[in-house]
């Protein structure tokens, strides 16, 4: 069965759930490694407000006995603390008067996906029943389901990594990122990047963006190591791994943009110095280089996959641009409550999560596994079968 996954929940609603099918029964899952991945997600510089009301954890609901899969759904919840003071806005229950008489949002912000969710679902009358669903607190849940799949990698030899490659214009590492550059990160810095030696300069850039009322974008680089050639696949074009993987990074908030491997500076190199030769050897074949950011024909080729995100900076903004009200068709300033300077740190963990899933459903694609015994039973037969034509970097668990 495909690897499957549902989120839902409103950011001021009771809490953010994840639904993720086909995970394979006899995994043991570590909890604090889940809450460990919520609180990277949260953690960061130039966080607003809520996140000092929010303290994610995990909270597994079907699908797990004695902290071991079962072959079922999981359910994954995370409460939202700000619920509290929401209950009533966010009333799923409200009887009509009452909700005739609140506050209604009609100012759409520009970039943000207030206007287009107001005509498409109908609810010009109040942005809030947009904004609730559109906003990047829903990625707790797709962080929660991220660490299931990291888990489930980890048992099959893969890891994953993130860190902040640029922010706010200032680049601290130009290209594509290795694993190694991303084992720099320190996930207790200020802003996770791949050069804690300079996060004091970007803190002031961020701080000056507050204090402006500005916000601010970046790049964030994802690696994963480890992971076995043949996944994803060139036969139907929706099973591209390259293609799967721009999708769910894409499908990340704020971000604008997807490279794979040296994915945007390919186009101004010679096709001589645009490929990665590959040199075969004792141990395996080696590759003399990763452009390619490990996919080839969107098939996995044994090597570092590389992806980087280009976030935009976020549309809630203290000054707000030029916008209209709905209720009256007349010009005004965009609607605004609290928001964050920039969510780039949290941007690169989220990535990583949206990675870690799509690698592990064409993970589980090849190899199957209605258990994690037959998962890995599969993996070793295949890396046998490869015998010393195999990525020399490719060792099954
Ligand atoms: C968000 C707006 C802010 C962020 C939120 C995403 O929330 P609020 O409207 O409550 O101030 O803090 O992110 C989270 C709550 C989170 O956990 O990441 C938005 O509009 O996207």
Known sequence: MALELVTAGESHG???????SGVPAGLRLDREAIDHELSRRQHGHGRGGRQKIEQDRVDLRAGLRDGVTLGSPLVLAIAN?????????????AVEEEAAARRRLTSPRPGHADLAGAWKYDHTSDLRNVLERASARETAARVAAGAVCKQLLARCGVQVRSGVLALGGVTLLDGPPSFADLMKVNDRSPLRTVAPAREAELVALVDRAKHDGETLG??????????????GSYARWEDRLDGQIAQVVMAVQAVKAVAIGA??????????????????????????SNRAGGIEGGVSNGEEIVVRGFMKPISTLREPLPSVDLATGKATTAAYERSDVTAVPACGVIAEAAVAFVLTRALLAKF???????????LRAFRRRLGKLRPAGFVAP
């Open 14 to 20: 009771r809490e953010m759930v994840a639904v993720l």
């Open 81 to 93: 603390r700000d619920w509290e003071n929401w209950s009533r806005v966010m009333d799923p229950w």
């Open 218 to 231: 970046g790049v964030v680089g994802v690696v994963a190591r480890g992971v076995p050639p043949g996944l």
């Open 263 to 288: 994915g945007i500076e390919t186009p101004s190199l010679p096709g001589s110095a645009a490929h990665d030769a590959i040199l075969p050897g004792a141990a395996g074949l080696r590759r003399g």
């Open 368 to 378: 199957g596994g209605d258990s994690i015994g037959d998962t890995l039973a599969a």
